[in-house]
């Protein structure tokens, strides 16, 4: 199999078995399309379907949002993990209604240049929005291209300068081919060439993978960093800080008391709030108390 029918077949898979995801097929503005990128970095895309709906229900430009009042913007974020993403959102609005008249710019140098954009968010924006002809690399396409077509594992850590020419390389020189191939490559890699258990037997490029002609060399190995253990650390004990005060009624305080039940160690639990009024998630109190920011 070449690379000609690699692509045809990803092409055909990802038509008949592509998920539903409401930002997907033309659907969404393409600022409806930066949010779900933003909410789905390090989240399951099953977690973030009805945040993403609420949301931009709630909120469906960038000028509705950049107007929000913060604490609804920390409260709508929920459980998705890694608050002060919401809030960087929010800065995004605020430059994208201010500087460019509430529409998204199309050019890579001025999406990576808003608050809290980065090369993936700014490229997958540009493919899966504008339909720019782009490389978009994630975790799950540098580890279907590495696998696919070096037949080794792609660690994990930064993308190499390898990783990056294989992406560029690989991508068809026809724009719409090209979007579709970085949106069926992912796709495969969320779904089917996963990590751990990648499903081989259903892959529709399996007989052109170098990977399983090798007999997966080092499938299962640990990552370049390990995962971070969740139980007692500090993202637990801000992420409880944040629930409590997201229980709340608008505009209520929670008492110094009350605060101090959330977490045993209250050096643990102090430090952890002092951290979230740096990022200004919470206001601290002259009383001891806390809220979301007004």
């Known amino acids: 199999m070449n690379d000609s029918d690699i692509a045809l077949r990803l092409s055909a898979w990802w038509e008949a078995h592509a998920r539903d995801l409401p930002w997907r097929f033309g659907r969404a503005t393409p600022w409806g399309v930066l949010v779900s990128e933003v909410m789905s970095q390090q989240t399951q ?5 009805p945040y993403w709906q609420e949301w931009m229900n709630r ?16 409260t709508a974020w929920g459980r998705l993990g890694y608050p002060r993403r919401a809030l960087r959102l929010q800065e995004c609005a605020r430059v994208v209604s201010e500087e460019y008249s509430d529409e998204l710019p199309h050019t890579y140098d001025a999406l990576i240049a808003l608050p809290g954009i980065g090369d993936y968010t700014a490229s ?38 390898a990783e990056r020419a294989l992406a560029n390389r690989m991508l068809p020189e026809s724009v719409k081919r090209s979007v579709t191939w970085n949106q069926s490559v992912m796709e495969l890699g969320a779904v089917i060439c996963t990590a751990k258990s990648p499903l081989c037997d259903i892959c529709p490029i399996a007989s052109g993978c170098a990977f399983l002609k090798a007999d997966r060399p080092g499938l299962g190995e640990r990552r370049t960093r390990p995962r971070q253990r969740f139980q007692g650390t500090d993202r637990q ?11 709340l ?20 639990l102090d430090a952890c709030i002092a951290s979230l009024d740096d ?15 007004h």
């Open 279 to 293: 990022d200004g998630l919470v206001e601290m109190l002259p009383d001891g108390s806390l809220r979301l920011p």
């Open 124 to 161: 997958a924006v540009l493919s899966f929005a504008f339909g720019q002809r782009v490389a978009v690399i994630d975790t799950n396409i540098r580890r279907v291209l590495s696998r696919v077509f070096t037949g080794v594992e792609s660690r994990g850590g930064s993308a190499s300068p």
């Open 45 to 49: 895309m099953s977690r973030v379907v």
């Open 59 to 74: 909120w469906p430009d960038a000028r509705a949002l950049a107007a929000a009042p913060k604490a609804e913007v920390i």
């Open 237 to 247: 004990v801000r992420g409880l800080v944040l629930a409590a005060l997201r229980e």
């Open 249 to 268: 009624p608008a505009h209520e305080t929670l008492a110094r008391k009350n605060v101090a039940s959330i977490w045993k160690d209250q050096v643990q």
